[in-house]
């Protein structure tokens, strides 16, 4: 039996191995891939569970090959085309048990008779077992236990630390996107809506140019609905997941509270202790600035939940007087670049509990928030100073400055510019690997900060790309 591949196809099922019987279309896809059984049908995308006849030691009974996924995008149009080969790209560099596999060649593309322009394919090795939905849907399985829970959530945390890292972030956690596996650990999957942080995306988020709205109703994050998803909106669905594991009640079908638009749910799972649900609620709270601040953070709350089940959390108020799209974008340093909003009197941030008097010194980028100022590393640094060019603005002629800065107290090195709009700069190494590039997202000269990079037994030098002519770079500084 093989299954066809043209989604128009009114009879995709086929007793032949070559061609469908009932449209023509090739059955044997690249030369290798059959389709096996339809797993899912959109206006964007055909998945279908395929083997690859060309595994290594395939034999002539297909029933031996270990089953992949081929998902086929429906659209030619550049955003779709740019996210699904996204995708690919994060399979191909995450590395993770619980992250699916690209397989061999696993993104191509091809042009096939039933339609007008070339269509891309991705194929990855299929993760056995349940989704959460199904799992959910189970008769015999009796309300969630707190401890299950927790093991839970702390395999997810995991995954999603390894995608952070990278600075993607998933946008559409919930619990059809997680597999549980034979094995009882659990797989996140379905990474097409996944968005990597950078300097433009989150300047976009900050100047209110929204992007793309991606998610799922009754998991979906308030900022993620207009557009201007960010790490913390992860934090958002993974908690109404595991509200929906517990309560075994979509987060749609729960009442609301007026005031805070937040669902009430802990009555519908008495199995949950106050610090558990403490957590659960911080990590859905409407604002993005009041959520767990990165995975580290949620995983120390963690620890206290298991020290002390039945005592309340002690919660963190974020105030800032900055407008909530600037907000947003300065709370996410641990993923993004820093320096896109003018930084010298705008941002203030106070900590109700567990104040922290001096924040803490970066050291070879392992601190959780790498921006010079706030780690007090701008105070003793050391700046080197080149002008690129000079560019008018207005009937003004200014010089494009950019300056390397190293502080030895931190064992870091950053950039700083003063630079036109579209221009962007960045830091190098002596082995050309590029910290924290920074594009200039308006008009306006001010100083403009990259993200930090290793500032010890290292050369490094600061180069900028202006709107017109050839990159300029300071010469290597040894650190």
């Known amino acids: 039996m093989s299954y066809c591949f ?38 964007l995308a055909l998945t279908v569970e395929v083997i690859d006849t060309h595994h290594e030691g395939a034999t002539e009974d297909l029933a031996d090959l270990s089953p992949k996924v081929l998902k086929i995008l429906l659209t030619n149009y550049p955003k779709a085309v740019e996210l699904f080969q996204q995708e690919a790209k994060i399979l191909r560099q995450i590395n993770h048990k619980g992250i699916p596999t690209l397989a061999t060649d696993g993104y191509f593309s091809f042009q ?19 989704d959460l939905e199904q799992w959910l849907k189970q008769p015999n399985n009796q309300a969630m236990s707190q401890e299950k829970a927790l093991n839970w959530l702390k395999q997810l945390l995991d995954i999603l630390f390894q995608l952070h890292q990278q600075q993607y972030f998933h946008r559409d956690i919930k619990p059809s996107n997680i597999i549980l596996q034979p094995n009882g650990e659990l797989a996140l999957i379905e990474f097409g809506a996944a968005r990597k942080v950078t300097a433009t995306y989150l300047g976009k988020v900050g100047v209110n140019q929204g992007v793309t709205s991606i998610g799922t109703p009754g998991y979906i994050s308030p900022e993620q609905l207009n557009g201007a998803a960010l790490p913390q909106s992860d934090f958002f669905g993974l908690g109404r997941t595991f509200v929906h594991l517990l309560t075994r009640k979509h987060p749609q079908e729960l009442d609301k509270n007026i005031d805070t638009g ?7 799972a008495p199995q949950v202790s106050v610090s558990f649900a403490d957590l659960l609620d911080s990590m859905m709270n409407f604002s993005p600035g009041k959520r767990p601040i990165n995975i580290e953070a ?21 105030k800032s007087k900055l407008s909530l799209p600037i907000t947003l974008g300065m709370l996410f340093f641990p993923l993004s670049m820093v320096g896109l909003f003018s930084l010298g009197n705008n941002f203030k941030q106070e900590l ?26 701008d105070r003793d640094s050391q700046t080197i100073t080149s002008n690129i060019a000079n560019y008018r603005l207005g009937s003004d002629l200014i010089a494009y400055r950019i300056e390397v800065r190293y502080s030895a107290n931190c064992q870091a090195v950053w950039a700083r510019s003063e630079a036109p709009y579209r221009s962007s700069h960045y830091i190098e190494d002596k082995q050309g690997n590029i910290y924290g590039q920074v594009d200039i997202i308006k008009d306006g000269w001010n100083r403009h900060y990259a993200d930090m990079a290793p500032g010890k037994d290292i050369q490094i030098r600061a180069c900028a790309k202006p709107p017109v002519g050839e990159t300029g770079c300071t010469n290597f500084v040894q650190l």
């Open 112 to 130: 096939p008779q039933w339609n007008n322009y070339p269509v891309h394919c991705l194929v990855i090795n299929k993760i056995p077992g349940l």
């Open 262 to 268: 937040a669902i009430i749910w802990r009555d519908f």
């Open 298 to 318: 949620i995983n120390k709350a963690l620890t206290k939940v298991e020290q002390f089940p039945h005592k309340p959390l002690i919660k963190k108020n974020f």
């Open 6 to 43: 043209n989604p128009y196809c009114s009879h995709p099922h086929n007793s032949s191995q070559d061609i469908c019987n009932h449209c023509g279309a090739n059955l044997l896809l690249q030369q290798r891939y059959r389709g096996v059984k339809l797993l899912g049908k959109s206006q």
């Open 352 to 377: 109700a509990a567990d104040k922290i008097d001096d924040a803490p010194l970066c050291q070879n980028l392992t601190c959780i928030n790498r921006d010079p100022i706030d780690n007090k590393c």
